[in-house]
């Protein structure tokens, strides 16, 4: 520190006193003032801005005050976050507290305008002291206090920018761990309320139920008699909305209805059911009206008896359609067929009739094949005519009752009227014989077999219905 500055920090630490001999030099306003100025403690060396400084102390104090509560008060306003930014909050208060302390560019005023007796007095001043000295002094005191004000600044500036990130990044990090705690809450109360929702018991029911509506534990084939309790199974599902085992239960009850209609569906086109229990039952007579058209259901063996019903009914149609047209003509032929057999020999009409029929058996093989075009290419196995020329074989001995099953089931479906058909040898395969049943006109009907008594035509869905 400069001896000049030692000096004037000693006089400060002294009571101020008015030299009256110099009062005595001065006007009233002057000599006002200049006790003003000794009672703020101002002193001869000081430069202006100091004693601007001494004499208007209080207003600046007060103004001080004010911004300080300001600033507080605002920060205060901004800053409502909960218990978890509590100690981000008490560090942003101490750091504007301490930048407080340092008086900022608005805390200074600039000094006012001197009045004509103020001017009158700073030229006496000024000749007591050194214009230089008083010059170098007083830009010296204005550059320490730019550089500290600048460097005051620029801290608060820098911990203002820090807090304010560090507020920032409290706030985010706050507000996400909301978001996840939200999301979570929701998912776990969601899991919750499913698991809630699926009684065990009422998944058992639901299961047994549905089990009991099929023949076999691989569920090929449905119980017509359990079709009615469909609609109890429909409020075993409804009981287990909103759980987990729903997807499931109702992708079984979705498939099980579908299968059902269809069932029925087909059924409703025979005089009887045709399909009872899986099983395609051949004696049932479709419907004069009845319309067939092709069922999915996606139960593949379902699927299998389901085609095979519909070509049945549609071949039951074609041959009532085919009986009615050459009904006529048939008759006439079978009467001069019958009027020739009775004017002919025993001998010579066993020997007509029998053109292929056994020898080792009396076999009603119906009408004779001599002259029609008999559709011989449609037949389901392939004709071998070394197997028809063995005609004494036992494989074509047809066993107790079949061919007399076959016809009355083709008489009861419409396929042949009383003896009108024909019926001829076609191979032997292991061990059995078969042999082709066609109409009067020629038209292929199917292949049986004379052991068995099965029998498959040329119908949707049998390619592979061959007993052999």
């Not at 006089?11 to 008015?18: A, D, L, S, T, W």
């Not at 004693?51 to 209080?58: E, G, I, P, S």
């Not at 939200?182 to 047994?208: L, M």
């Not at 074989?393 to 099953?405: I, P, R, T």
Request: contains cysteine; proline residues 2%; hydrophobic residues 30%.
């Amino acid at each position: 520190m400069s001896k000049k500055r030692r000096n004037r920090h000693k006089k400060e630490n002294q009571e101020p006193q008015f030299d009256f001999d110099e009062a005595k030099e001065l006007t009233v306003g002057q000599a006002i003032r200049k006790n003003e100025e000794v009672e703020a403690g101002v002193l001869p060396e000081d430069s202006i801005l100091d004693k601007y400084v001494k004499q208007h102390k209080d207003e600046i104090e007060a103004d001080k005050f004010a911004t300080r509560q300001y600033k507080k008060e605002e920060l205060v306003e901004t800053q409502s976050l909960d218990d978890l930014i509590q100690e981000m909050r008490e560090a942003v208060e101490e750091s504007e507290a301490s930048s407080e302390e340092v008086p900022s560019s608005e805390d200074i005023l600039p000094p006012l305008p001197l009045d004509d007796e103020e001017q009158g007095l700073d030229p006496l001043l000024l000749e007591d002291e050194n214009p230089t000295e008083m010059t170098e002094e007083v830009e010296e005191e204005q550059n320490l206090s730019r550089l500290e004000q600048e460097d005051s600044e620029k801290k608060s500036k820098k911990g203002f920018v820090l807090t304010a990130l560090a507020l920032v990044s409290v706030i985010i990090c706050v507000s996400a761990y909301y978001v996840y705690r939200q999301v979570n809450r929701s998912t776990k109360e969601i899991q919750t309320s499913q698991s809630a929702t699926a009684n065990q018991s009422d998944v058992d029911d639901f299961n047994t139920l549905y089990d009991a509506f099929y023949t076999d534990s691989n569920k090929t084939a449905l119980k017509n008699s359990q079709f009615d309790k469909l609609s109890q199974l429909k409020n075993l599902l409804d009981k287990l909305e909103g759980s987990r085992e729903h997807t499931l239960a109702k992708s079984k009850y979705d498939s099980l209805a579908t299968q059902i209609k269809a069932i029925q569906d087909v059924n409703a086109q025979f005089e009887k059911p045709a399909i009872v229990d899986g099983v395609l039952d051949t004696n049932a007579k479709a419907k004069s009206d009845a319309k067939f058209t092709d069922i999915k259901t996606g139960n593949t063996e379902l699927d299998k008896v389901l085609d095979k019903a519909i070509s049945l009914g549609k071949s039951q149609q074609t041959s009532t359609s085919s009986s009615s047209s050459s009904q006529t003509s048939s008759s006439n032929s079978s009467q001069a067929s019958s009027n020739t057999t009775s004017e002919t020999s025993p001998s010579s009409s066993n020997t007509a009739s029998n053109e292929t029929r056994s020898t080792r058996s009396e076999v009603n093989m119906g009408l004779s094949s001599a002259g029609v075009a008999v559709q011989r290419s449609a037949s389901r196995v392939a004709y071998n005519q070394s197997a028809i020329d063995d005609s004494n074989n036992s494989a074509w001995d047809f066993a107790d009752g079949v061919l007399e099953q076959i016809l009355a089931t083709s008489r009861s479906r419409g396929y042949i009227t009383g003896n009108q058909y024909i019926l001829e040898r076609v191979n032997i395969v292991n061990g059995n014989g078969y042999y082709n049943l066609y109409k009067p006109d020629g038209t292929y009907l199917f292949t049986l077999n004379c052991k068995t008594g099965y029998f498959v035509g040329n119908g949707a869905g049998h390619a592979d219905d061959l007993d052999y």
